[in-house]
Every structure is written in structure tokens, then in C-alpha cells.
């Protein structure tokens, strides 16, 4: 190839070359550095979702297990309310011994009075005889 120094037609095809080899370089590392970006960002989402799935995942969980921990509660709060239920009758109950106890303590003293009254009348109706019998004898 022949150069023509005054126009210079082949330092520019040279140069032309190098600035499109450079400019091919510039491009091919763009793409590179595209192609990493988009393999970050696609590790990224990838990284996301599977936290997503794990949260949840989780939630799930945590509502399976709040749905445990409330039917249980349930179940605890109708004990409580039957053994209420039995306390409040047991109570009552009680009532109506202590009562029925009263009463009998009640007949139980009108009894001993009336026993001791009829002791005290016996007392008394021998001693009438005995004077009888004395007098009689007499």
C-alpha cells in the first residue's frame, strides 16, 4: 500500500481503525458491565424472593400456630367457665348445708330445752308422788 504523506490517508485509515477498536473495546466492556449489573440485579431478585417465600413461609407458620394457641385458649376459657360453673353450685351447695345445719342446730336446742323442761317436770311430778306417798303412809 502506498501513503500518500500529503493527505495521509493511511495513518487516518489507521487511526479510524484504532478509534473503531477502541470504540469496539468501550462497547464490549459496557456490555460487560451491563451483563454483571443485570447477573447482580438477577441474584438480587432471586435473593429477594426466596427471603419472600421464607417471610412467608413464616407467616404461615406463625398464623398456624396462633390458630393453635387461640383454639387452645378457647378450650381453657370453656374449663374455666365450667369450673366456674362448679364452683358456683359447690358454693351454693354449702349454703344449703350451713343452713340446713343451722336449722338442726335450731330443733337440736328446742329439743335439750324441751328435754330439760320434761327433766325438770319429772323432777317435779316425783316429788309431788313422794309427797303423795308420804302423806298416804302417814
Do not use: K
Not at 400456630?65 to 378450650?75: G, N, Q, T, Y
Not at 348445708?97 to 327433766?119: F, K, T, W, Y
Request: glycine share 2%.
Amino acid at each position: 500500500m502506498v501513503t500518500d504523506s500529503s493527505t495521509g490517508d493511511t495513518g487516518r485509515n489507521r487511526e479510524a481503525r484504532r478509534d473503531e477498536a477502541e470504540e469496539d473495546r468501550a462497547s464490549a466492556e459496557r456490555s460487560r458491565r451491563g451483563a454483571e449489573e443485570e447477573r447482580e440485579t438477577s441474584e438480587h431478585e432471586r435473593i429477594i424472593q426466596e427471603q419472600t417465600r421464607d417471610s412467608a413461609e413464616a407467616l404461615r407458620m406463625i398464623a398456624e400456630e396462633l390458630r393453635e394457641v387461640r383454639e387452645l385458649s378457647r378450650r381453657d376459657t370453656e374449663e374455666f367457665r365450667e369450673l366456674a360453673e362448679r364452683l358456683r353450685r359447690s358454693a351454693e351447695e354449702a349454703r344449703e348445708a350451713a343452713e340446713m345445719a343451722r336449722r338442726a342446730a335450731d330443733e337440736l336446742r328446742a329439743a335439750g330445752e324441751a328435754a330439760q323442761r320434761a327433766a325438770y317436770d319429772q323432777t317435779a311430778i316425783m316429788q309431788e308422788l313422794r309427797n303423795t306417798l308420804t302423806r298416804y303412809v302417814e
